[in-house]
């Protein structure tokens, strides 16, 4: 369980070995004209171009799910499913968790 947040992980397959940043994939949940939305975007595009990792955007307010989970925190990146970070995206953490 997550302590910070009493979230429970994903029981999710083992990452992809690291430097397989291609096979990665970072998730940006967010919603339009979030400012820093706009900022987390940036980083993700400019990592994802660097190490070859795909990205997605989600819509917070296009999904009840996510709105639930997530509204006090966006935007909020997921690097294959798991929460990585939320509100700020440092672009040397996410780099290395891709393993770039």
């Known amino acids: 369980m997550d302590g910070m947040f009493g979230r429970a992980k994903k029981n999710t397959p083992a990452p992809p070995a690291a430097g397989d940043a291609a096979a990665r994939t970072v998730t940006l949940i967010g919603k339009p004209g979030c400012h820093l939305c706009g900022d987390a975007r940036a980083v993700i ?3 994802c171009a660097e190490t070859g ?3 997605e955007e989600k819509d ?3 999904d009840e ?3 639930r989970a ?3 925190q966006i935007p909020v990146v997921l690097v294959d499913g798991e929460q990585h970070t939320f509100w700020r995206v440092d672009a040397g953490r996410l ?3 891709l393993g770039g």
């Open 45 to 47: 595009e400019a990592v």
């Open 53 to 55: 990792a795909r990205w």
């Open 60 to 62: 917070i307010t296009q």
């Open 65 to 67: 799910e996510l709105h």
């Open 70 to 72: 997530y509204w006090e």
């Open 95 to 97: 780099r290395r968790e």
